[in-house]
């Protein structure tokens, strides 16, 4: 799939209106003018899900780049743009392309809504030494909507895409044209002109359900959720290709909406709430299962890296190769199915729901800094109890294993909530957060270090069921439930900074989490005696 960003600007021109002289400033040469015709058919869902994210997808003949063409939002006056060939079918879109819009479109329909018949003349500039600076397309366009009434319209527009040159061409360029009374465009696309009203009223609607200028604890858990969406969905494209880092990214996306609905549940209607955290708790899972089968193959490869030759006896990387790259394709194909399920596409539709229109209960109308401490303590709280529960499961063992785990989710918990405070409560909240992100990240090793010993047992199974030398994978066992053993016994020192008095006395309200611990277990063991 071919790619390139395109960087324009596009100004409206009447149908007589003489273009301008453009041989000024870095242009030096007007090329000669070439005339093209152009026939397109854009794409998009009955409510215009693609047009209203900024995205046009169309299928065009003519001209030097005909095929199928996705652009995605703009950023300034860049966006990207991927093209397909055209292909034999003229309203199946390429596979590839759906993919990078699967989390727009969904399990909707495709089908065309516009369509545009543009006579094009292409002249590029240069500059003194030839260098192609930009192109400058001057569209005459006859487009049919093709939904609703069908209405008809034609136009004539320039558009000014840089090729080699940079901003400062584009600026001078632009300045010609104004200086000969062309003006910059009222519309983004060519699209958004045929959609009209139809795509403007839908995109104020939106625009104006997200408005949070007050300073309530509601306005900033309704930023914080549209804020998570979004990114959410910008990794839907990536973690569709299976790589590592966007499957990692989407997860977290799904644990911090998670952990946002859950931190401010207080002031939410949880009837509409609890059952997406469900949800998000299930995309996390599917993910993770992906990721983790990543993790272990590179951890497995690093370990065997280390290991003295001497040690390493029959066939070990062959056999932890295949075994798995089983791991990694059957991960990745349930993540896939997930991503491709009704399921999915109905929790996305539930989660925009909630970034337009959060419901919130009468408490969010509180000011947002008196309720971010309480938020951010009950999160700490989890985490004081998970610490218990460790301390009464004993050093080692199954039942310690578990606890540590749950632990480590605690942190990630507390960690999140921090976070999500610190644009209001600042250093604090981020100290709380780094020192929760500290214990998070050990415990993660811990988790990683056990997960790792029962693989390398199943694995040493297989071998030695195989008639294979087993011994490496005993080897590795052992340096594995080395490294659990020493996180674990870290973990008690690390635990304490993070609930502190300096850390996170100021949301528990005892001045020092982890002597509230000492206390509740002490008030435990009497009461058992």
């Not at 149908?15 to 000024?24: G, I, T």
């Not at 292409?122 to 005459?140: I, N, P, Q, S, Y």
């Not at 840089?162 to 003006?183: C, H, R, W």
């Not at 405070?421 to 993660?444: N, W």
Request: glycine letters at 8%.
């Amino acid at each position: 799939m071919d790619s390139h960003q395109e960087v324009e600007r596009k100004f409206d021109l009447a149908p007589d209106q003489e273009v301008p002289d453009l041989a000024r400033g870095p242009v030096a040469v007007v090329g000669e003018p070439v005339v093209t015709e152009l026939v397109a058919t854009y794409f998009d869902t009955a409510h215009l899900a693609l047009a209203a994210a900024g995205i046009t997808l169309r299928r065009r003949t003519g001209g030097s780049d005909a095929g199928w063409h996705l652009k995605l939002p703009k950023v300034g006056d860049a966006r990207v743009e991927l093209h397909r060939p055209l292909g034999r079918g003229t309203r199946t879109v390429p596979k590839q392309l759906l993919d990078q819009v699967r989390a727009v479109v969904r399990d909707h329909a495709l089908a065309p809504v516009a369509g545009l018949r543009t006579t094009r003349v292409e002249r590029h500039l240069f500059d003194a030494d030839g260098m192609d600076l930009a192109v400058v397309a001057d569209d005459t366009v006859e487009a049919e909507r093709l939904t609703g009434d069908g209405e008809q319209l034609r136009w004539r527009e320039l558009e000014v895409e840089l090729v080699a040159g940079d901003d400062s061409a584009l600026e001078a360029v632009a300045a010609t044209l104004a200086d000969g009374g062309v003006a910059p465009s009222a519309s983004s696309s060519k699209l958004a002109r045929v959609l009209g009203n139809n795509l403007a009223d839908r995109a104020d609607r939106t625009s104006a359900s997200r408005r949070t200028a007050d300073g309530s604890v509601g306005a900033h858990v309704k930023r914080l959720v549209a804020e998570q969406v979004g990114e959410l969905l910008s990794h839907d494209a990536g973690a569709r290709t299976g790589n590592e880092e966007p499957v990692h990214d989407l997860c977290v996306a799904a644990w911090r909406l998670r952990s946002i609905l859950a931190t401010y549940r207080s002031v939410l209607d949880r009837t509409a709430t609890d059952r997406v955290r469900d949800e998000l708790r299930w995309l996390g899972t599917e993910g993770g299962a992906a990721r983790d089968a990543d993790v272990q193959h590179a951890r497995l490869l690093a370990r065997l890296e280390v290991v003295p030759s001497d040690l390493v006896l029959g066939p070990v990387r062959r056999r932890a190769q295949l075994e798995m790259q089983v791991r990694i394709r059957t991960g990745l194909g349930r993540l896939r199915a997930a991503l491709d399920s009704t399921r999915y596409y109905r929790l996305l539709d539930d989660l925009d729901a909630l970034a337009v229109a959060l419901p919130l209960t009468k408490a969010a109308r509180e000011p947002v800094g008196h309720v971010l401490p309480r938020a951010v303590g009950r999160q700490v709280r989890h985490v004081l109890r998970a610490a218990d529960a460790v301390a009464g499961a004993g050093p080692a063992g199954a039942d310690a294993d578990r606890g540590l785990h749950q632990l480590r989710k605690a942190a990630r918990g507390a960690r999140y909530a921090a976070e999500s405070a610190a644009p209001v409560l600042g250093r604090r909240a981020r100290r709380l957060a780094g020192r929760m992100e500290d214990l998070q990240e050990l415990l993660g090793e811990h988790q990683d270090a056990v997960t790792a010993r029962s693989l390398y047992l199943e694995l040493g199974a297989a071998a030695h069921e195989a008639g294979e030398n087993a011994f490496t994978f005993g080897v590795l066992q052992a340096e594995e439930d080395a490294v659990a053993r020493a996180a674990a016994a870290r973990h008690p020192e690390v635990l304490r900074r993070a609930v502190s008095a300096k850390s996170a006395g100021w949301v528990t309200g005892t001045g020092d989490g982890q002597e509230a611990t000492s206390k509740r277990r002490e008030r435990r063991r009497t009461a058992r005696s």
